[in-house]
Structures are given as structure tokens and as C-alpha cells.
């Protein structure tokens, strides 16, 4: 079998004609011409019937064409497919995250793509709100929560779990806090997406709710985080978050039995035959420092 023949073949229907073929292919016309008829001559059927101004498929030339054209098309993406996989990361990539992530885990694996891959330029957009990946030009997501769209590759990187966390300066001066109705005589710091009017925290027996004064409502993760260091009140946070400052003793975790909602987190993007390698490092790295900053300690 002469894989030439069928790809001439192909490119011979594709084009319209011998002429034209061949100036796609950079062969002479009789070169073209050579090889449908030795294709022919092999396969023993007529696959085109010749006249003066245009070309027709024979039956037998119809059945071939399908079969052939979707082979070559295939081995040209099996081609592609290494030749991408083996190029080196580049290029602009646009990236998308939610705000409440946190500064510290997007600035290290913004600062961790550019050390390891220079050649990619990064643009990261924080937003509350659902990016349609594909309708906005956005590569890659990183998501909080349930997801919504099962057309779009996902990697699960783990589970942020929201916990009560206050400054030992606050706890030395304020009521004691040995239980969630007990919140209520606390300065909460409420983080807005939470709910302004009550938390809800449970542990291994059930859920409570507990309706809160709206003392503080930020929608801001980051100034929350700062006001409980400052000694202003009890915030709800993800532990991740939380888990340097405790170590350091600038913060403690309050009523530990309790938490609030768990995110699971995903690394996501548009499904597509071929990844681009800047989106491929970006995920695989993304994915770990994720990993890393949600695992919970032993």
C-alpha cells in the first residue's frame, strides 16, 4: 500500500481537479495523475471518471474518498498532536480565578509559571461572578464550588473548608466563645458571599444557624482576613488561608468542632483536540500549588 496514492487521491477530490491539486501539493500535474491511476490500477475500480471540465466520483470512488480523507485527517492530527506536545510553552494566557481565593496561593503560582516558563505571558482576571470561558477568550479557570458546566474539562485540586478563626488579642479581651449562640454577643467580620444576616456552621450532630447584628459586612476576603489579625472580631475563612497565621500565633481557630461550607476546587478549561502546552504547564502547576495549599494536615 502507497499512502502517497490515497493522499493524492484525496487531495485531488478535495481540490477539484488535477490542476489544482497538484499546485497544492508542489507536484507536476503528471505526477498527480500517476499515482490516482496506479491507485486505481491497485485497488482494481474506476474512482474517478474524467471528462473535459470537471471530475465525478464513482461510486466506488465516493466510498473511498470518505474512508481515505477521514484516515489522512487523523494521521495529520496524530502528527499535530506531537508537534504540539513537544513545543515549548508560549504565548499569552488568560486566566481567570474568584477573588476569595486568595492573594498569597494566585501570586505563587502566578510567580511559579514565570520562573519555570518565561516565554508565557500571564493575564489573571478576579471576578465573582460565572466567566463563560470560550464566549470571553478566557484559556483556564479556577473554580470554587459546585460546577455548572459539564462541557469544560475539569481537575479537581481539592476542598477549601471554612472554619472561625480570631486574633488572641481579641479572645483576651472579649466574652467567652465556647459555643455558636455565643457568636452573638462577638463582633462577627462577615464575609458578604456568606450571608448577611447568619452563619451557618455544623459539626458531626447537625447544623446551626446563627443570626448575626451585620456589625461588619465586606465582600473582600482579603480585608476580613486582615481585621481578624488587627484583633477586630471572629471572621469566617478558609483554613488554607488561615493556616501560616495560626502557626505564626497571630490568629487561633475558634470552636474547631464547627465549620462552615466546604468549596471543592477544580482547575478548568474549554475542551479541545489539541492543549496548548502554556495551558498544559499552567494546569499541571496550578493544580499542584492548589493541592498543596488545601491539604489538610495530618
Known amino acids: 500500500m502507497d499512502l502517497n496514492e490515497a493522499a493524492v487521491f484525496v487531495k485531488v477530490v478535495q481540490a477539484g481537479g488535477f490542476s489544482a491539486a497538484a499546485r497544492l501539493l508542489g507536484l507536476p500535474v503528471s505526477t498527480v495523475s500517476t499515482r490516482v491511476a496506479r491507485l486505481e490500477q491497485r485497488l482494481g475500480v474506476t474512482l474517478l471518471q474524467r471528462t473535459t471540465r470537471r471530475l465525478h466520483l464513482t461510486d466506488a470512488g465516493e466510498l473511498y474518498f470518505q474512508h481515505a480523507a477521514t484516515g489522512l485527517a487523523?494521521?495529520?492530527?496524530?502528527?499535530?498532536?506531537?508537534?504540539?506536545?513537544?513545543?515549548?510553552?508560549?504565548?499569552?494566557?488568560?486566566?481567570?480565578?474568584?477573588?476569595?481565593?486568595?492573594d498569597r496561593i494566585l501570586a505563587e503560582i502566578v510567580t511559579r509559571m514565570r520562573r519555570h516558563y518565561p516565554l508565557v505571558s500571564i493575564e489573571m482576571v478576579l471576578v465573582d461572578r460565572y466567566v463563560d470561558l470560550v464566549a470571553e477568550g478566557v484559556d483556564v479557570a479556577i473554580r470554587t464550588g459546585e460546577l455548572k458546566d459539564s462541557t469544560l474539562i475539569a481537575k479537581s485540586v481539592g476542598t477549601a473548608h471554612w472554619a472561625l478563626f480570631a486574633s488572641p488579642t481579641y479572645l483576651a479581651a472579649a466574652p467567652p466563645l465556647d459555643s455558636p449562640q455565643e457568636l452573638r454577643r462577638h463582633c462577627c467580620l462577615q464575609f458578604t458571599p456568606l450571608g448577611k444576616d447568619a452563619w451557618t456552621l455544623g459539626n458531626r450532630d447537625g447544623s446551626v444557624t446563627i443570626p448575626l447584628s451585620r456589625q461588619v459586612t465586606i465582600n473582600d476576603i482579603g480585608v476580613i482576613r486582615s481585621m481578624a489579625l488587627a484583633g477586630e472580631g471572629v471572621a469566617l475563612l478558609p483554613i488554607y488561608l488561615c493556616r501560616q497565621a495560626c502557626s505564626e500565633g497571630a490568629l487561633v481557630q475558634v470552636l474547631p468542632q464547627w465549620h462552615a461550607k466546604a468549596d471543592p476546587i477544580h482547575v478548568v478549561y474549554p475542551r479541545q483536540r489539541f492543549t496548548p502546552p502554556k495551558l498544559r504547564a499552567f494546569v499541571d502547576l496550578a493544580a499542584q500549588e492548589l493541592r498543596k495549599a488545601l491539604e489538610e494536615p495530618r
Open 74 to 102: 487523523h494521521m495529520l492530527d496524530a502528527e499535530a498532536a506531537v508537534t504540539e506536545s513537544a513545543g515549548e510553552p508560549k504565548g499569552l494566557l488568560r486566566v481567570t480565578a474568584p477573588s476569595d481565593l486568595g
